[in-house]
């Protein structure tokens, strides 16, 4: 099982910009999905998950500006990132709960970067 994460770049303050992470491989269903991200010196914190029931919750420093979503038929997550800060510039992972035939396990993404500065 591999996620695959695309979206990241550069955006200025106040921009937009849409992560998505699709996994592919022997999937038999996907759990909880995520997104988390890492800041240069910084652990990697938690920002939105997404249940396979589609219910959401995000850490308070993205409420009201990003939104999680997923498309189970393609196995993807997707994050959509309004009035981007600079704070918000991080390494993104994406995070996924999958059943395989063999078991079932958290697997990642590579990481996508999004920077925000003028």
């Known amino acids: 099982v591999q996620l695959q994460a695309f979206g990241g770049g550069l955006v200025q303050p106040g921009g937009t910009l849409r992560l998505s992470c699709a996994a592919s491989g022997s999937i038999l269903s996907i759990n909880n999905m995520g997104w988390f991200r890492q800041a240069p010196g910084k652990q990697r914190e938690l920002i939105a998950t997404?249940?396979?029931?589609?219910?959401?919750n995000y850490a308070d420093s993205v409420k009201g500006r990003f939104t999680i979503s997923r498309d189970n038929d393609k196995y993807t997550v997707y994050l959509q990132m309004n009035s981007l800060k600079p704070e918000d510039t991080a390494v993104y992972y994406c995070?996924?709960?999958?059943?395989?035939?063999?078991?079932?396990?958290?697997?990642w993404g590579q990481g996508t970067q999004v920077t925000v500065s003028s």
């Open positions: 995070n996924a709960n999958i059943r395989t035939p063999a078991r079932t396990a958290p697997y």
């Open positions: 997404i249940s396979s029931g589609e219910i959401t």
